[in-house]
């Protein structure tokens, strides 16, 4: 464990700096493990889930689902097992960070004067996670007993796109007995006083289109030139992005996961100052709406492909086809139930399309409907930004909001097709 700039290291549950919440305390151990992209200390993660699986006194299966990729399962068993489960996930993988920029050591979780602990994973979501384990442990320690099972999921590998994580888990018998009737994932946080619940997910589609061309002399003007060809095709992605840039904020679209945003990510070609290439290639990070058909913007790419000259071909690295969305209609027992733990408990909650992607799509798109919600209010967005933060008081709250939300959906009444 790293040293604290504020004081001793320390061990979670198990010890606290003066005056401190054990739950803070136990947060900014977990912000410590670095689970960090490219080589996560996925071990670390597992020890520590270990633990926590022995003081609640769960049982803790792990699953292998790729070498070195391992996906935990901590259960609490309901009263009756019969009935479909609640899934609590979240992953325990972070992004890069740049140290450079930060405040602080990104992995010292140095909590400032005002409660403020920076760390990456603060936010994203490492918060999420030790504000499922505390609800759970504070129910426990009532002496709750609900009537259907909850299992705590941490998986590894979401911020690099979750093949080797809940992606490939979906897909693996262990999550068919899971039995899941309704899961909650991350979400964002919000500077404003409203909670965001996310119920569906943009596309990410990840496309590089080949530009082919005569090569030559770079003295002459060569005619069909890949780089002319390359010209077209950023006119038109980023025409296209313009026009959606133009749609945000408007009556039609109010949040960014309303629109479809398009960013030039790379541009390869060339092999010397001299010579006009025989190729050149640019890449997009594309995300479209559920609301978007996506056969006809496929049609509309190989359109600007054919317009823009001859022999242009495309592939993706990544091209998500599900377009599921978790039903918020007030006639659906899950939503109905979430929708009122939060109105008893005086949250505003606003109800958008997450912007970019989380492990959500990979459990909507098995049927199972999901709800992307991390109690954070009052707090700026920095998710895999620089002196990514969460305030002590707005972590503390989350927990409380856990502790009420995990009874009520646990005790969702049964329906006609669990009888």
């Known amino acids: 464990m790293l040293p604290d700039k504020d004081g001793p290291a320390v061990g979670g549950f198990q010890s606290s700096p003066e005056g401190e919440d054990p739950s803070v305390s136990l947060l900014r ?7 960090v992209h ?49 899934l609590l996930n979240s992953h325990t993988d972070v992004v890069p960070v740049f140290q450079e920029h930060w405040k602080y050591d990104a992995f010292s979780a140095f909590k400032d004067a005002e ?33 259907r099972t909850v299992h705590l999921m941490f998986v590894p590998d979401e911020e690099v796109g979750g093949y080797k994580g809940m ?21 964002l946080a919000n500077p ?3 909670f965001t619940v ?7 589609w990840w496309i590089t289109i080949h530009c082919p061309g005569s090569p030559g002399h770079g003295s002459r003007f060569v005619e069909n030139t890949a780089a002319e060809k390359l010209r077209n095709i950023i006119n038109s992605f980023l025409g296209f992005r313009e026009k959606e840039k133009q749609r945000l904020n408007t009556s039609e679209c109010f949040t960014l996961g309303d629109v479809t945003t398009v960013n030039m990510t790379m541009v390869k070609g060339g092999v010397a100052y001299n010579v ?32 823009a000259g001859e022999g242009i071909t495309y592939e993706f690295a990544q091209k ?9 209609n007030e006639d659906d027992p899950w939503w109905k139930v979430f929708s009122a733990a939060c109105k008893a408990m005086n949250l505003t909650i606003e109800k958008e399309i997450f912007p970019a992607a989380t492990d959500s799509r990979f459990i909507r798109a098995v049927g199972i409907p999901a709800i992307g919600f991390s109690p954070m209010n009052r707090t700026p967005i920095l998710l895999h930004d620089h002196n990514e933060y969460l305030n002590e008081k707005v972590f503390l709250k989350g927990i409380e909001v856990y502790q009420r939300l995990i009874p009520a959906l646990a005790s969702v009444p049964s329906s006609p097709s669990e009888a």
Request: glycine residues 6%; aromatic residues 10%; charged residues 25%.
């Open 276 to 307: 006009i290439p025989a190729e050149m290639d640019v890449s997009f990070d594309l995300r479209i709406p559920p609301t978007v058909n996506l056969q006809e913007f496929e049609t509309q790419i190989q359109q600007w492909c054919k317009a």
């Open 167 to 187: 992606e490939t888990f979906v897909k693996h018998p262990e999550f068919q007995n899971l039995n899941i009737g309704f899961a909650l994932d991350e979400g």
């Open 29 to 35: 151990e977990y912000l410590r493990l670095k689970t």
């Open 115 to 147: 409660g403020n602990i920076y760390a990456r994973g603060s936010q994203d979501m490492k918060c999420v996670t030790v504000q499922y384990i505390q609800a759970v442990r504070r129910l426990k320690a009532e002496g709750k007993k609900l009537p």
């Open 38 to 86: 490219p080589e996560p200390d996925y071990d670390a993660a597992l020890r520590f889930l270990d633990r926590i699986a022995e003081e609640l006194e769960l049982p803790m299966k792990k699953i292998e689902v790729f070498p070195g990729r391992v996906v935990s399962i901590m259960t609490w068993k309901g009263t009756d097992p019969t009935l479909k489960s609640i």
């Open 320 to 328: 998500h086809m599900n377009q599921n969305v978790t039903s918020t």
């Open 198 to 204: 996310f119920y569906g997910e943009r596309n990410p």
């Open 192 to 194: 404003g006083e409203a």
